[in-house]
């Protein structure tokens, strides 16, 4: 069964404090990986795609990495702005749904 | 461009009545997602439409559960009767192909009460 695992559920830092949020996913053939970002009381809004081992994305303070079996999203100096649910979510090959995991909720203090 | 647009943002009704949610998805795009999102389960995906076809409606919890799309610019997901388990913030998705990068709308918050 495809599955998504994202850890920590919970990550709270210091303002320009890095660290990386973990997913971990198991898939019958990836069609593609995608990170969302969803403020409170809002819908996921997207971030990246990725679609191969080794490819790697980056927006500003966030960059997403893939391996063959997890993708890790790399906080570089974080601001409190960047306080948010992070949300992994994969496409199998057939592509039948998009499988999200429970996200990382993060709290940027100052 | 606009986004995706739900509506109501907020619905708050008693158990046993009919809900009506409702979507624009972006203009263009093809393909149109409704989810539900619960803290015990996360997102999940309930129904997809192609070219205003239903593709896949395994995720629909039970029979209570509609949903249509009589034109590329307007879906509607209905529950009836609505039930306090129905309880849960309800997302409407578009995407150019049924593969492509997904884009949400900022959700419909309901409440059975």
């Known amino acids: 069964e495809d599955q998504v695992t994202q850890s920590p559920e919970a990550l709270r830092l210091q303002e320009g404090e890095s660290s990386s949020l973990n997913c971990s996913y198991t898939v019958s053939g990836l069609r593609g990986l995608f990170w969302y970002r969803q403020d409170p009381g809002k819908g996921p809004e997207f971030l990246f795609t990725l679609y191969s081992a080794g490819e790697e994305k980056e927006k500003e303070r966030l960059k997403a990495t893939l391996t063959k079996k997890e993708s890790f999203l790399h906080i570089t100096a974080p601001k409190p702005e960047d306080s948010a649910t992070y949300l992994c979510a994969v496409h199998n090959q057939a592509g039948t749904a998009l499988i999200f995991g429970k996200g990382t909720t993060l709290s940027v203090s100052s | 461009d606009a986004g995706v647009i739900q509506s109501p943002r907020h619905e708050v009704t008693e158990m046993g009545q009919e809900v009506t949610l409702r979507c624009k998805p972006i203009?263009?795009?093809?393909?149109l997602f409704w989810y539900r999102q619960t803290m015990m389960r996360g997102l999940e995906l309930l129904i997809y439409?192609?070219?205003?076809?239903?593709?896949?409606d395994s995720g629909m919890p039970e029979d209570r559960f509609s949903a249509k799309m009589p034109n590329a610019s307007f879906s509607t997901l209905k529950i009836q009767p609505s039930e306090p388990r129905d309880s849960a913030v309800y997302f409407c998705a578009s995407s150019l192909g049924y593969q492509e990068t997904q884009y949400f709308g900022p959700g419909t918050r309901l409440l059975v009460l």
């Open positions: 439409f192609n070219n205003n076809v239903p593709i896949d």
């Open positions: 203009s263009g795009h093809n393909s």
